[in-house]
Nanobody
Framework: QVQLVESGGGLVQAGGSLRLSCAAS????????LAWFRQAPGKEREFIAS???????AYADSVKGRFTISRDNAKNSMYLQMNSLKSDDTAVYYC?????WGQGTQVTVSS
């Protein structure tokens, strides 16, 4: 069993930055592929970024070059650095480890 808790969301102006964190409890964190998703009002949850156990990353085209995913296995944590934020980035952001999900953190970008 893994429990995930996101933090770092909030209100930011367009062009600004935020760093999301996801803290995990439980074993085997280092053996999981980790990912961030988001869900905007009225839309389906969508993939944002992932990082596998070797550190190889992948990004959705919509965030490539602006967002950076990272992990710190020693701290059982993962991060999402978000730069050059746009109003379209407004959503609830979720972290996922294997099949486990966090509860989400709201990110609101004002234009």
């Amino acid at each position: 069993q893994v429990q995930l808790v996101e933090s770092g969301g909030g209100l930011v102006q367009a062009g600004g930055s935020l760093r999301l964190s996801c803290a995990a409890s439980g074993r085997s964190f280092s053996s999981y592929t980790l990912a961030w998703f988001r869900q905007a009002p009225g839309k389906e949850r969508e993939f944002i970024a992932s990082i596998n156990v070797s550190g190889v990353t992948a990004y959705a085209d919509s965030v490539k070059g602006r967002f950076t995913i990272s992990r710190d296995n020693a701290k059982n944590s993962m991060y999402l650095q978000m730069n050059s934020l746009k109003s379209d980035d407004t959503a609830v952001y979720y972290c996922r480890a294997n099949t486990y999900w966090g509860q989400g953190t709201q990110v609101t970008v004002s234009s």
